[in-house]
């Protein structure tokens, strides 16, 4: 009579029963692999090798993951739990894989066995089917959030500015989105460099690419250089899968190098090099990628001084150097505070169908203060105002010197020892002075001076009749 079937106790299946297992799955399975227990394979059947693409002698003696890297094996070797049944991705294949670990007569883990039951899933269809259908749809998914988080948010109407100094900007921006080549942005934190490299991006050719921005001072200096050109897994880097850098990842696009001034000078060597061959290596790996990327930089450090002092590369600065656009601070552009109040407090709203507005007198605050964080800083200060307003959301002079900074006094002291005037008075000196800027930085030439001030020609002659 036939024996009923024990199973075999705590310690599973033993290597001798694996080897009886080996001919059935060798024979009925659509492949079959063993692994030690450092996971290097010791075994593998020709139909594997065939579904895969290998050669044995290739492979044996191998780190599994090596040869199959979505391969599930180590952690059925670490855990010592089967995985009875998976789908396995392998070169857009779907494998229906079993995989089991066997024991030593003491029941530590000596290896795995994994057979692929399937590799047509055929006979599996209406389950297969559902699970293509979710797949794709995850893929769709991933793809689309990644064009999200690589994508810009703004263009060059979002950088908000009517004064000489931001229609020079823009108009420098305008001319770099046209021509591909790497552009310096300097200024101080808080105005705007990271609005224009991605209005630049946005503006040209590269716009349908990705736009990838690496915060160089916010990158520990030892993980810098995995950041930008990646990883290769393996023994040398230690990682256990690969990892794409910001170079490849901005590859066709443009990469922008926020804080380029805090790179470690090792570093500065290597990206010069990437920019000058056009391609990267990833760290651990033997092989050089291709990239083709646009870089803009941006700094709120003197780099001029930096490359005298020999913390900058002068080569590298050069190369990132082609054009140069310096945003001037908030303080030296006092004449944008209104439109960029009325910008920001419209996207502010304080309730239902209510706008957030500023009387004069509360512009006239703001302009007595000196804006270390620029405009970053005069979002905040408007946000914590309307906070703090109890009122209709219309701020005054009051609700602004209630939320600046102490500095305030200072700014409080410049407005009490300027005499008001009547608005109309103020503004009409404030148009005479844009004037006169736009003429001295155009040279006296007018049709340049009207474009600067984003006005016509007959309009900026009218206006000159007028105040001469
Ligand atoms: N001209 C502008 N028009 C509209 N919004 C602006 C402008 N300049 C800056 N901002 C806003 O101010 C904030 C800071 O801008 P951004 O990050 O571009 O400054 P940054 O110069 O890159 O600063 P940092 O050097 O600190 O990185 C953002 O919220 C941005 O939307």
Redesign the pocket.
């Known amino acids: 009579m036939a024996q009923p079937f024990q199973p075999t106790g705590i310690h599973g299946l033993t290597r001798e029963m694996i080897q009886a297992f080996m001919a059935m799955f060798d024979k009925a399975s659509a492949g079959a692999i063993a692994v030690d227990r450092d996971t290097r394979i010791t075994w593998i059947n020709d139909r594997y090798c065939q579904l895969l693409g290998v050669h044995a002698p290739d492979v044996i003696g191998k780190p599994v993951r090596r040869v199959i890297p979505q391969s599930r094996m180590p952690e059925v070797v670490a855990s010592g739990d089967p995985l009875l049944l998976d789908i396995m991705e392998h070169q857009n294949q779907q494998l229906v894989v079993t995989r089991l670990p066997y024991f030593d007569p003491d029941g530590a883990v000596i290896g795995a066995i994994a057979c692929v039951l399937y590799d047509d899933l055929q006979p599996l269809t209406p389950l297969v089917s559902k699970y293509r259908r979710l797949h794709q749809d995850l893929m769709a998914a991933r793809k689309a959030l990644a064009r999200k988080a690589r994508s810009t948010r703004?263009s060059l109407s979002?950088?908000?500015?009517a004064s000489p100094g931001?229609l020079d900007v823009k108009r420098r921006a305008r001319l770099a989105a046209g021509r591909d080549m790497p552009v310096l942005l300097l200024?101080e934190?808080?105005?705007?460099?990271?609005?224009?490299a991605q209005a630049i991006h946005s503006g040209s050719a590269r716009a349908e690419r990705p736009f990838v921005a690496v915060n160089v001072a916010a990158i520990p200096d030892n993980l810098l250089e995995a950041e930008f050109f990646g990883v290769t897994a393996g023994a040398y880097t230690g990682a256990d899968r690969n990892r794409t850098g910001r170079f490849q990842l901005a590859n066709g696009g443009t990469l922008f190098l926020?804080?380029v001034g805090d790179m470690p000078l090792s570093l500065q060597a290597k990206l010069l090099r990437a920019l000058q061959e056009g391609e990267v290596e990833p760290l651990g790996s033997s092989t050089v990628t291709p990239v083709d990327v646009r870089v803009i930089a941006?700094t709120?450090r003197d780099l001029g001084t930096m490359v005298a002092e020999g913390a900058f590369r002068s080569d590298l600065y050069y190369r990132l150097n082609v054009m140069e656009i310096t945003?001037p601070p908030l303080r030296e552009r006092l004449a944008d505070l209104g439109v960029?109040c009325e910008?920001f407090l419209g996207d502010m709203g304080v309730g239902p169908g209510a706008r957030a507005d500023i009387t004069d007198s509360g512009i006239a605050a703001l302009s007595g203060y000196d804006w270390p964080g620029?405009?970053?800083e005069l979002?905040n200060v408007l946000e914590r105002a309307l906070t703090m307003d109890e009122g209709d959301g219309l701020l005054d002079a009051e609700a602004i010197f209630r939320v600046l900074p102490s500095q305030s006094g200072k700014a409080a002291f410049r407005l009490a020892a300027r005499p008001i005037k009547p608005l109309s008075k103020t503004v009409a000196e404030a148009e005479a002075r844009a004037i006169e800027e736009a003429l001295v930085a155009s040279r006296g030439n007018r049709s340049q001076a009207a474009k600067l001030l984003g006005i016509s020609r007959s309009v900026l002659y009218d206006k000159l009749s007028r105040v001469s």
């Open positions: 703004y979002d950088f908000i500015g931001a200024g934190t808080g105005t705007g460099k990271e609005v224009l926020d804080e941006a709120s945003v960029l910008a620029n405009i970053r979002r």
